[in-house]
């Protein structure tokens, strides 16, 4: 049955990993509730829902994906053009049905469902975190250890993942061939935009493209020095990606939240932020300093709606956006010859 189920997705041309998450979850199902799939009731998917709320902590988010992947199995077992029933009904007197239901899994109520702790940096605390990065790199290499190169390359990673608005796996999958110029923003060099070839994809499609132009005038400068002068000492640094490991050719994603994790605790900051966080400051601090919102939504949004949930300006700005309009207003209203 999951043989055939990991046909049928991969036929629908989604990714080999999403097929294997979808795998693993169903067999998870199956060992919580030690039934075959033709013996699999509403029961089972209720307890072993609230066993991943109450127990192990997942989030709405998660919890419906894994209810969704389950459905999705019962989709394909109770179809007619796959034969399950009547090979069951054959050898076990019984045949799956669907299990589960609108009135039993969690639904898909809100476009925003991250935690509501989830948010961008302050501007204090985005500098903070940055100039700790900066001064391990300068710790390690003052004990005369090599470990400042990792260091450096951590950093300067963290710096181009805020400047560029990027995912986590839109940061660590860029190359070296990815830099360009902008014949608008010839004051950045070879570095006036960013081709974001491992976009997030949509289920059936390849990753999405896009391209980022260059804002701050000290991205091209942080970028130069990475790849210039401190990657080719990186032991894999022959290689095109961006962001060559210690021991591989690429760095993983395990490494970015680990040392991410390391220099927020470091510097005390709240533990709800998270990589994401740096996407996020890039969308608010680009909305705080007067860009187009339609701009903004180079970050790779469809829609701007989608950006503006992102977005988490500070209040100060909406002080000042605030003060702006009443000033507005009171002109108008005290200029000469006004219309009702």
Known sequence: MIKGWRNQQLARNLSPGYVDDQERTVRSFTRHADA????WTPQHVDEWSADLRAVHGCVRSTL??????VRQFC???TSPAYGWDDECLRHFGTHPVQVVYDWNAATHADEAEGEPERRA?????LEAFFDHADEEVLRVRGRGRKGWLPAFRDAALFKVAYAYGLRRNETRMLDLTDFGRNPEGREFGEY????????????GSPPKRR??????????GTVEEWISEVRPGMRHSTGRALWPSERGPRIGV???DSRFAAYRDAVGLNPALEFHSLRRSYITHLIEDGHDPLFVQQVGHDHASTTAIYTCV???????????VLDATIEAALRPGRTS
């Open 314 to 324: 500070s209040s100060d700005f909406r002080t000042r956006s605030l003060r702006r």
């Open 75 to 77: 989709d394909f077992l």
């Open 36 to 39: 075959m799939p033709w013996h």
């Open 192 to 203: 006036g935009t960013l081709l974001v070839r491992y976009g997030k994809a949509k289920k």
């Open 64 to 69: 419906r994906n894994y209810q969704g992947s």
């Open 121 to 125: 940096f302050t501007r204090p605390e």
């Open 211 to 220: 391209s980022v132009l260059t804002v701050w005038q000290w991205t091209p």
């Open 254 to 256: 395990q490494r970015l």
